[in-house]
């Protein structure tokens, strides 16, 4: 398990490296409305990128340091092939680095 956990940990910064190489990495926090939204994703309030680095990110980074139980799934990767495309090459590292973060959740 430990070894997952690692391997879950350089996987969430692979994820925040591919947002870096988007230039979609912001310095400045979305307001706490936007951050408060009940909506999936917060699909009413945040871009999906913002999702990932202001909701996702902190969320698995605080459950691998309190010791939780991980989630036994995980599907990114599909909803972030909705919305930038399944093919779009343009964020072709982000989708793989999703998809590897939702294998090892997978494989536990």
Not at 88 to 98: C, G
Request: hydrophobic content about 50%; aromatic content about 8%.
């Amino acid at each position: 398990m430990a070894a997952s956990v690692a391997l879950i940990a350089d996987q969430l910064l692979l994820i925040e490296r591919a947002l870096r190489v988007q230039g979609w990495w912001e310095a400045q926090a979305p307001s706490a409305e936007a951050l408060s939204s009940r909506e999936p994703f917060c699909v009413d309030t945040l871009a999906f990128e913002q999702w990932l680095q202001w909701i996702f990110l902190p969320k698995m980074k605080s459950i691998l340091e309190s010791g939780a139980d991980l989630p036994a799934v995980s599907g990114i990767q599909p909803m972030a092939e909705q919305v930038y495309g399944a093919g779009n090459r343009d964020v072709a590292e982000l989708l793989e680095v999703l998809g590897e973060f939702d294998r090892l959740i997978t494989a536990g």
